[in-house]
């Protein structure tokens, strides 16, 4: 299959998720999966390809934020289509809203991929939702925590994260920490 994708932005990040992340899921099979923030879908075919995914659900409102505004959003939405076909189960529109009809669902997921807004009160709401759909023992993985960009700690990533690490480390253990973040949710 040809993939059309601008931008790779997920490639860079491959060795850490070959050398910790695909570790924690040898042996695992039948892995349900949800991203916040699919943009190209290039990580989401990284994760079919490298995960035994039997279901994978991708949120994103391919509207862009305050860093894409050089990028032509429509013709990322039509890559997203033509580079997953319909091998996911894809939702667009705002992340909170489309979260909390899952869990509306009583949705349950293995793994949660959280690359969505880059605010850090997204990130956060995100997190607390995703929560509530993430299964015990199960993985979170934060995008772009080390982000560098040149704007107010408010639109980073990072301190959305460290927020919700600190309002629930008595449920998670942190994994790894790089420029992504991986957690796991403790058995109960």
């Given at each position: ?108 997921f293995d793994f949660i991929y959280i690359d969505g807004s880059h605010m850090a009160k997204d990130v956060l709401f995100d997190a607390m939702l995703s929560d509530r759909l993430l299964v015990s023992g199960g993985i979170m993985l934060f ?46």
């Amino acid at each position: 299959m040809k993939f059309e994708f601008d931008e790779d932005w997920h490639n860079n990040q491959v060795p850490v998720l070959k050398e910790y992340f695909l570790p924690l899921w040898k042996n695992k099979r039948n892995i349900r999966a949800l991203e916040i923030g699919s943009f190209e879908g290039r990580s989401t075919v990284w994760w079919m390809d490298n995960m035994d995914i039997i279901e994978m659900v991708c949120i994103d409102t391919w509207e862009g934020g305050e860093e894409h505004s050089h990028i032509d959003m429509r013709k990322v939405f039509e890559n997203f289509k033509a580079n997953v076909g319909d091998k996911v189960r894809w939702h667009r529109g705002y992340s909170h809203d489309i979260l909390m009809d899952l869990i509306k669902e009583q949705r349950k997921f293995d793994f949660i991929y959280i690359d969505g807004s880059h605010m850090a009160k997204d990130v956060l709401f995100d997190a607390m939702l995703s929560d509530r759909l993430l299964v015990s023992g199960g993985i979170m993985l934060f995008d772009d925590y080390l982000w560098p960009a040149k704007l107010p700690e408010n639109h980073r990533p990072k301190k959305g994260i460290d927020m919700f690490f600190e309002l629930n480390h008595e449920n998670y253990v942190q994994v790894y920490g790089y420029y992504q973040v991986c957690i796991k949710k403790k058995d109960t």
